[in-house]
């Protein structure tokens, strides 16, 4: 008989930050909906022997990373990130599929740090990171 297939639960992958230039550790437990984007540019490398279609490459690749959080100050994630925004410097993210799974390990500049606010809700930020300098991709342990 063959093994169940798990599928892995958004609830069960995990978000940690840190100081810049170290692995992060601390888990954002205040992370509610994270999405993390890794895409590469492409070079055209069309030649008049490809019959007619174009023909592209990879090359340089970006990360980046999105998410709410509940607006409170108070929270040590919630001041890291908003710190690190306000004065334009970098902290170190962990973006992993699941507890000790596999996901980027960089340090990430904060792009975006905006409060909607609506009526019927928690008052929430949306983040946005942006690798600003790549360590690696953190193996499954």
Known sequence: MSEP???????NAKLYFG????IATTEIENAIDVTLS????SA???????K????EVATLKTCGVEWE???KPDDPAFQAIKNA???SSQVSLLVLDRADGE???ADFSITNFSRPEPLAEGIKVSVSAKVAAWREWHEAA
């Open 85 to 87: 925004f306000l004065t």
């Open 103 to 105: 996901g980027p390990d």
């Open 5 to 11: 297939i798990l599928i892995p639960l958004g609830m």
């Open 19 to 22: 100081s810049a230039g170290v």
């Open 44 to 50: 055209d490398v069309t030649t008049r022997g490809n």
């Open 69 to 71: 959080m509940l607006w």
């Open 52 to 55: 007619g279609w174009k023909a």
């Open 38 to 41: 890794l895409e590469a540019d």
